[in-house]
């Protein structure tokens, strides 16, 4: 059993900052990866980022430049951090990982969503 806890969601202006949060939790063998996804409304779900535990990022080209992935191995934590917010990053932000179970089997494990709103 794997839980994905987000935090760091809210309401900000354009120009403002955001950080997310997720943890995993509970029986891991290892992380291969995490990442965030966000879906806007009335629009598909759609990659922000993703990092490898080895450290690799993939950011989706719009993003590159605004938006930075980290993780903190330490902690089973990857973060988000948003700066110079437009409207149109509103959306629901979802925390992804990857997870190695103690049995060597692979599985993608999601969180719960978190609200990003940025005003205009």
């Known amino acids: 059993q794997v839980q994905l806890v987000e935090s760091g969601g809210g309401l900000v202006q354009a120009g403002g900052s955001l950080r997310l949060s997720c943890a995993a939790s509970g029986s891991i063998f290892s992380i291969n990866a995490m990442g965030w996804y966000r879906r806007a409304p009335g629009k598909q779900r759609e990659l922000v980022a993703d990092?490898?535990?080895?450290?690799?990022?993939n950011y989706a080209d719009s993003l590159k430049g605004r938006f930075t992935i980290s993780r903190d191995p330490a902690k089973n934590t990857v973060y988000l951090q948003m700066n110079s917010l437009k409207p149109e990053d509103t959306a629901v932000y979802y925390c992804?990982?990857?997870?190695?179970?103690?049995?060597?089997?692979?599985?993608?494990?999601w969180g719960q969503g978190t609200q990003v709103t940025v005003s205009s």
């Open positions: 990092i490898t535990w080895g450290g690799k990022t």
């Open positions: 992804n990982a990857n997870i190695r179970s103690w049995a060597f089997q692979d599985y993608d494990y």
